[in-house]
């Protein structure tokens, strides 16, 4: 099946700023919605922002808006998380995923997921 990949994370200092990205790779695959959430050792999974494909409208978590930011590149298929002033509780896994509607925010809802892009965020 077709799967995501995501790119860009590493280990930055506080106030730095990354750009990831999530890919499709594969077999193409239908998606209606892309997602990033992230996620802590021992802690639920964060939502931080979706994007609807079609029409490039975006939703965010709610305190997390402003410094994150998505968007996407249709040719390449891609979605793009920018991630502005990190601080060390940015520290994550950042997880891509996929979605056959818009744009839910719960992670049960999501069918495709990559394999994680760890961020790490030094003082």
């Known amino acids: 099946q077709a799967h995501l990949v995501e790119s860009g994370g590493g280990n930055v200092q506080t106030g730095d700023s990354l750009k990831l990205s999530c890919a499709a790779s594969?077999?193409?695959?239908?998606?209606?919605?892309m997602a990033w959430f992230r996620q802590a050792p021992g802690k639920e999974r964060e939502f931080v922002g979706t994007?609807?494909?079609?029409?490039?409208?975006?939703y965010y978590g709610d305190s997390l808006k402003g410094r994150f930011t998505i968007s996407r590149e249709n040719a390449k298929n891609t979605v793009y998380l920018h991630a502005d002033d990190l601080q060390p509780e940015d520290s994550r896994i950042y997880y891509c995923a996929a979605s056959i509607h818009c744009c839910p925010r719960s992670p049960a809802e999501y069918g495709h997921w990559g394999q994680g892009t760890q961020v790490a965020v030094s003082s």
């Open positions: 994007i609807s494909w079609s029409t490039g409208t975006t």
């Open positions: 594969g077999r193409y695959f239908t998606a209606y919605a």
